[in-house]
């Protein structure tokens, strides 16, 4: 009797394990690319943010208005839209610009969006509430030389239970003072072959 129950025991366990709701997890570097659904992820992003700054800095004339500057050109990451057939958080995109502008020591930027909201904001309420020794100057913001604007686009192909998702990514910096275009990048890097179960279709 004894060894039959342990035998039930065992074999509950067994099913109970087999039924558990806890998610099974497994830690892996950052760096490690990983797609499980087949639609945009960070490795993109990292890939696409990375060689569009590359070639931004390196074009001619973006290198030659940095030469006649005579400092670091400042740039403003402005809207990167999603024209996309699925959900991408653009922000993700201007975030990793900054960054790789800001790191490339070539080109520096200042702050848009709701951050400069924040800020003047700030500014305002410290003309009334700081001393006048420590409040911060009104109309002492660095202009910004240029706008980096852009867009992500999808171009699908699909037969049967197998799609192609191929990404691209444009990329624009334009001269405040002027309008004029100073360079424009794209990025097709990012082409995927996706096969789907087929009764899931």
């Not at 924040?118 to 911060?136: F, G, I, P, V």
Request: proline share 1%; net charge neutral; with cysteine.
């Amino acid at each position: 009797m004894k060894k039959i129950a342990l035998c039930a025991a065992f074999a509950a366990m067994v099913v109970l394990g087999g039924c558990s709701s806890v998610p099974k997890v497994q830690r892996v570097d950052a760096a490690t690319q990983v797609d499980l659904s087949g639609y945009w992820n960070d490795s993109d992003v990292r890939i696409v943010c990375e060689s569009l700054i590359r070639d931004c800095i390196n074009s001619a004339r973006v290198a030659q208005a940095i030469g006649a500057k005579g400092g670091i050109p400042v740039v403003l990451v402005g809207t990167f839209k999603n024209d996309s057939s699925e959900h991408i958080d653009t922000e993700v995109i201007s975030k990793t610009m900054e960054t790789a502008i800001f790191n490339s020591g070539r080109l520096d930027f200042v702050a848009g969006g709701f951050v400069r909201e924040e800020l003047r904001a700030e500014r305002a309420d410290q003309q009334l509430n700081a001393s006048e020794a420590t409040a911060a100057k009104l109309g002492a913001e660095t202009g910004a030389d240029f706008l980096l604007t852009g867009s992500v686009k999808t171009v699908i192909d699909k037969a049967g239970n197998q799609e192609v998702r191929t990404y691209w990514v444009y990329a624009e910096m334009t001269n405040i003072s002027t309008n004029a275009r100073m360079w424009m990048g794209e990025n097709s890097e990012i082409k995927k072959v996706v096969t789907r179960p087929k009764n899931k279709l």
